[in-house]
């Protein structure tokens, strides 16, 4: 990091597993600066409906800080590393920060995050369940698992697909 910066600057940074809240509160305590996306969504259990507070971005947190405070912020129990672009901290601008606060406070629908790089018009494979070995392109997105195939000579079908079951070809 360089330490010649003396502004505080936003970074993101690894939690452990499904350690995100105890981390915010931790942060809390410690009087560092941070960003926990969280939202309210509806949960279904087998006798029930709840709703449950949920990180955005599972095993994330941001931190805005002084880079002499990095140290601090990795002696945090539950706090892993800084997310690095070539081997420093990778500094997130505000306007980021602003934007990402905007979209999951202003949102009525759940907002979700998927590191898949499918795109549509990505020739893909069904790779399990009952549609398994049919190959499609991939015509859109719909949240984490809904994605619309075309697939040759049928058209195009919409089904529940969980994006871990298809593979780029």
Request: net charge positive; hydrophobic share 35%.
């Amino acid at each position: 990091m360089d330490i010649e910066k003396k502004d505080p600057r936003w970074y993101a940074v690894y939690t452990a597993p499904r350690a995100e809240k105890k981390v915010r509160e931790r942060f809390l305590q410690s009087g560092i600066e941070h960003y926990l996306p969280v939202q309210i969504v509806t949960r279904k259990w087998h006798d029930r409906l709840k709703k449950v507070e949920q990180p955005v971005l599972s095993g994330y947190i941001f931190v805005r800080i002084v880079p002499l405070e990095a140290r601090q912020v990795l002696m945090t129990y539950g706090a892993i590393a800084f997310v690095r672009e070539q081997s420093h901290p990778a500094p997130i601008p505000d306007e980021q920060i602003e934007r990402l606060r905007k979209m999951v406070e202003q949102s009525d629908e759940e907002v979700e995050f998927s590191s898949s790089d499918l795109a549509p018009g990505t020739p893909v494979r069904i790779t399990r369940g009952e549609l398994s070995g049919l190959i499609g392109e991939l015509v859109e997105t719909k949240g984490k698992f809904k994605v619309a195939i075309r697939l040759s000579g049928l058209g195009c079908a919409l089904t529940t697909v969980s994006t871990s079951c298809l593979e780029k070809l």
